[in-house]
């Protein structure tokens, strides 16, 4: 079955769950045991939202919203 060049993704809300205060290291184990792509987690240190992901390149990725603030 052929998809339209202009056809649009569906969006598809996922189960709600809770958000684990972890480090970066533990973010990535949980990752890495449940075989997924990407983990969103509670900074232990900053209390912050990051996000950790496997980039296409085979390395991971880590989001931290912290270090932009400091930037400004």
Do not use: C
């Amino acid at each position: 079955e052929e998809i339209a060049e202009d056809a649009q993704p569906v969006i598809i809300a996922e189960m709600p769950e809770e958000i684990a205060t972890l480090t970066v290291s533990e973010a990535v184990m949980r990752m890495d045991l449940a075989d997924l792509p990407v983990t969103m987690f509670r900074d232990r240190t900053t209390g912050r939202l990051n996000v950790v992901y496997h980039r296409v390149d085979g390395n991971i990725g880590w989001i931290d919203p912290s270090d932009n603030d400091s930037k400004k």
